[in-house]
């Protein structure tokens, strides 16, 4: 996320921008990173194969902690063995307990933050660029 920020805020360095820009850019940069982190951690239980960018269960089958993972864990919904687990078995208690939608949510309202950071900065190509890359963030995993 800081990755993300940090290069925004460097292209805004180097187009000599105001500091308050720059802020302004490492906070989107920040806010997309977070939202595509969050989405692609939802696309490892909703992917659909190669046609979304992830291959479905890649994250499950490393046993990676993310954030459905913990969510569903710290609800006592998955055991702490999680990853020996069946993957659709895991993955039917994430959706049926609402932790994918509710991690989607939370991808969204960081998009909907981006988009309110773009917002101050006047009509332009890239403004338009950058909005578009925050729709089809959200689009992803919907």
């Not at 194969?49 to 269960?57: L, S, T």
């Amino acid at each position: 996320m800081h990755l993300i920020g940090g290069c925004c805020c460097l292209g805004a360095v180097l187009s000599d921008a105001s500091e308050a820009e720059e802020g302004y850019l490492k906070d989107f940069g920040e806010r997309i990173g977070l939202a595509f982190q969050l989405t692609d951690d939802v696309l490892d239980y909703r992917g659909v194969g190669q046609m979304m960018g992830k291959e479905e269960g890649r994250d499950f089958a490393e046993g990676l902690w993310t954030l459905p993972t913990i969510r569903a864990f710290g609800r006592g919904l998955i055991p702490s063995n999680w990853p020996s687990s069946d993957f659709h078995s895991i993955r039917t208690v994430l959706q049926k307990e609402g932790v994918l939608d509710e991690v989607m949510d939370e991808a969204s309202a960081h998009v909907r933050e981006a988009q309110r950071v773009l917002d101050r900065f006047p009509p332009s190509s890239s403004k338009a660029e950058l909005a578009s890359l925050l729709a089809k963030l959200t689009e992803r995993a919907r």
